[in-house]
């Protein structure tokens, strides 16, 4: 299995920038589709960027395409998401996740092993 552990969550004003990183444990994870998603308060998790294994295929939510950008680097066992032009409604906690073998990059329950999230918080 794989331990994943996010970092650089914080507090942005919007039209700022943010960049999380996930770090991954184990000497397969080039074998893991990676995913990044996000619960705000009252709401239930969404899914916002997905990348498969090579890092050759990303997948976005219509709410974050061409503001985020997803990327992995296997020698260093990290994924990350580049977040620009921040809105309020982006603050949520995001978590990190990875799955294998690959069912779907776009539903939470495809996801096999989690982070404990990273609080994002863009003020207006």
């Known amino acids: 299995q794989v331990q994943l552990v996010e970092s650089g969550g914080g507090l942005v004003q919007a039209g700022g920038s943010l960049r999380l990183s996930c770090a991954a444990s184990?000497?397969?994870?080039?074998?893991?589709?990676m995913g990044w998603f996000r619960q705000a308060p009252g709401k239930e998790r969404e899914f916002v960027a997905a990348?498969?294994?090579?890092?050759?295929?990303?997948y976005y939510a219509d709410s974050v395409k061409g503001r985020f950008t997803i990327s992995r680097d296997n020698s260093k066992n990290t994924v990350s998401l580049q977040m620009k032009s921040l809105k309020p409604e982006d603050t949520a906690v995001y978590y990190c996740a990875a799955q294998y073998p690959v069912r779907s990059y776009y539903r939470e329950r495809a996801f096999d092993y989690w982070g404990q999230g990273t609080q994002v918080t863009v003020s207006s």
């Open positions: 184990g000497r397969t994870f080039s074998m893991y589709a």
């Open positions: 990348i498969d294994g090579s890092g050759g295929s990303t």
